[in-house]
């Protein structure tokens, strides 16, 4: 089913993916204009506006919403319909759980970044700075990293979310324990 500014369109095909048969339906709420068209020797046949006048285009289309866009709760509840419907929910399931670890990007930077403010010494203040960059842009490619695994199902959801914070934690750690003041 696609729908394109309003219109819907089904299309049914045989099993070697060739179209044989597409309905169009125009009006958002009542499908009162429908047309059929089949293939074969008849040709285009159009079927009476009246087929389609007691259903609803919403029996029709599913509406898709951007986790991003839904709080916590909204998209917990928007998962379990979804999974109740039959949907693969990975990439749903790891932008719920990013929403938990994301924030925590923020105490694990700064974990990071305490014994490299310390141990400028030498080198000054610019070399912390740019070693700041590259970690936040290392950190972010890694959040995108696990994120696609864990929506490709090669790895859990919760640690498709966690693992960024948790190997940059770990580092925070030894380099906070090791470090010379």
Known sequence: ???LNGY???FNADTSAVII???DIS???VCREAQRWTTGERGPIVDDPDLL???NLTNFVTEAREPDLMSFSQLRDYITELRASGYNVLDHEVGLH???AFPFVTLVMTLIAVPFAVTTGRRGAMYGIGVGIVLALVYWTMIS???AFGQG???DPILAAWAPNLIFGAAAVYLLLTVRT
């Open 145 to 147: 990293i696990f994120a």
């Open 21 to 23: 048969e597409r309905l």
């Open 98 to 100: 990013r929403k938990i």
């Open 153 to 155: 199902g090669l790895i």
């Open 1 to 3: 089913m696609t729908q």
């Open 53 to 55: 006048a007691a259903a």
């Open 8 to 10: 819907a369109a089904h």
């Open 27 to 29: 009006d958002r709420d």
